[in-house]
């Protein structure tokens, strides 16, 4: 192929990405826009809303405790299998703590619930894209903004939320019985270490992250199931795509946030 | 009355609809005739909105319907119901929630009694039995059953207008003409202005006074039942001959 097609061929693939990512841009943002009007339906979303958060909290506490217990028992193991003998023990507490309440917690609950509540709102709005279910809502005159979206994303910012606090309680309470089964730290030790660095902030930083991995958790799967095209296939590609991209998205904020909010 | 002028509509390269005019008078019941694939429930969807023309006018009570701003186009919907092919009942919620989403008042549609009573009535008229259907939910009923809690739903708001998305498709010959017969009798019963998109000729024939074939995307005949079967039209002739050779047809 001639040098010159070539060069041409890639300015058309990027012109066109170009133009297709800011028409995703674009859709997102009427997308957003409609659930933000759709706010004012109260009446609508809460009842939908409580029905959600119920289900995203009893469904995914299981697997969210059991998890980041184990994150929080191998932090606490591989810590103090490189300190002992050079860095006094109460330092695993000090690192436990830090770990999971600073990264481990936010990040872990995110990610598996990016698996399990995304893939979960992309599969059932995108079923209900093809099988016109979201067309004979809009037909009745109803909004399915405050019918569909807004409640899974409600339920997504106060659930996320909550659920990282206790997956940082799990993985805390792990990592320090765990510590306690094969190295000789006393309670007062791992207490002690860590008290000595933790800040009131930390808590805070923690559910920050939290609440802004809800939103892309949430906001990135419900569109991209309101946007299924082609029947079944349709689907299933906006299932993966749902949880690739809020997962990606997870990552990007966790470094963003932690620019923006601990200045480093 | 429904108008459409020169509605044109294209998704990607495929020209779907090229300059479509047609139009429905109030108290009619029209059958859109025409092949699969053709863009007849396209054209179905630009009536209530949920398609935009690229280019022309669709037109429904003298309101251009693309020009709608988002609560106007609530507030339209709300005297159209739409039945759809495959009656896109919201399978989370059961028979009695689904139909009472077709109340679009929304005072009549929070008071639980009226409610109650108006989907018993919609569910009568479509001959079903509430108290065996309005507990069950949308996986548990045949597909004859499911396209007439579809027709409960659009007409539990007592609509103005009714438009049909395939309403016999994927049914049993028995159960097609109930759901054509049905149509006929709500037709009479509630007075509604009807659109039926079907490729069910012997359907069409038996329940719209008016007919229009959708082809290469345009409308190439409108005209009565009997101006259908006397035209020399290539294209009403072509769609026409399949059904014409089946005796029960001809009869």
């Known amino acids: 192929m001639p040098a010159s097609t070539q060069t041409f061929d890639i300015r058309q693939r990027i012109g066109r990405g170009t133009l297709g990512a800011a028409a995703q841009v674009g859709r997102l943002t009427f997308f957003m826009g409609e659930a933000v009007r759709g706010l004012r339906e109260v009446r609508i979303w809460w009842p939908r809303m409580m029905t959600e958060a119920w289900n995203i909290g009893a469904g995914s506490l299981f697997i969210v405790l059991l998890i980041s ?13 490189q300190f002992t003998g050079s860095i006094p023990y109460y330092v695993v507490g000090t690192l436990v703590v830090s770990s999971i309440i600073l990264e481990l917690g936010p990040v872990l609950t995110a990610l598996i619930l990016a698996g399990r509540i995304g893939a979960r709102y992309a ?18 005159g109803r909004s399915p903004a405050s019918h569909l979206v807004l409640p899974r994303v409600i339920a997504g910012f106060i659930m996320i939320p909550a659920l990282t606090v206790f997956a940082n309680l799990s993985g805390i309470i792990a990592g320090w019985l765990s510590v306690k089964a094969v190295l000789p730290v006393t309670d007062a030790d791992f207490i ?3 008290q000595y660095y933790y800040r009131p902030f930390d808590a805070y930083y923690s559910i920050t992250k939290a609440f802004f991995f809800a939103g892309a958790i949430t906001i990135i799967s419900c569109y991209m199931g309101f946007n299924t095209k082609q029947g079944a296939e349709g689907v299933g590609k906006a299932t993966t795509t749902a949880v690739v991209a809020s997962s990606i998205l997870i990552l990007v904020l966790d470094t963003v946030l932690t620019r923006l909010l601990l200045n480093q | 009355m429904i108008e459409l ?6 998704f990607g390269a495929q020209v779907v609809l090229n300059g479509v005019d047609f139009e429905v008078q109030d108290g009619e019941t029209v059958a859109l005739l025409g092949p699969s694939g053709t863009g007849k429930s396209v054209l179905l969807k630009h009536i209530i909105g949920l398609i935009k023309p690229d280019a022309g006018r669709v037109i429904v009570d003298g309101r251009d319907v693309s020009r709608l701003t988002r609560r106007e186009l609530s507030e339209f919907r709300q005297q159209i119901g739409y039945v759809f092919q495959n009656g896109a009942l919201f399978d989370s919620m059961d028979v009695f929630e689904n139909v009472r989403l077709g109340i679009v008042d929304d005072q009549k549609f929070r008071d639980h009694d009226y409610a109650l009573e108006r ?5 009568k008229l479509v001959n079903l039995d509430p108290d065996l259907v309005m507990p069950k939910y949308p996986a548990e009923l045949s597909g004859g059953m499911r396209k007439r809690v579809g027709i409960a739903r659009a007409i539990a708001g007592s609509p103005k207008y009714l438009l049909y998305d395939e309403p016999t498709s994927g049914l049993d010959p028995v159960n097609a003409d109930i759901i054509d017969g049905l149509v006929t009798r709500l037709d009479v019963e509630l007075g509604v202005t009807s659109v039926m998109v079907t490729h069910d000729v012997r359907g069409a024939f038996r329940v719209a006074n008016r007919l229009a074939l959708l082809s290469e995307g345009k409308v190439v005949m409108q005209g009565t039942p009997k101006e259908f079967l006397e035209s020399d039209h290539p294209k009403v002739k072509e769609f026409l001959e399949r059904d014409f050779d089946n005796p029960s047809f001809a009869a």
């Open chain 1, 69 to 81: 217990a184990f994150a929080g028992a191998v932090t606490a193991l591989q810590t103090g299998y």
């Open chain 1, 192 to 194: 002690y270490g860590a």
């Open chain 2, 5 to 10: 002028r020169g509605v044109v509509k294209r």
């Open chain 2, 119 to 123: 989907v018993t009535q919609v569910i």
């Open chain 1, 123 to 140: 599969a059932e709005l995108g079923t209900m894209r093809v099988t016109e279910q979201i067309d004979a809502l809009e037909s009745l």
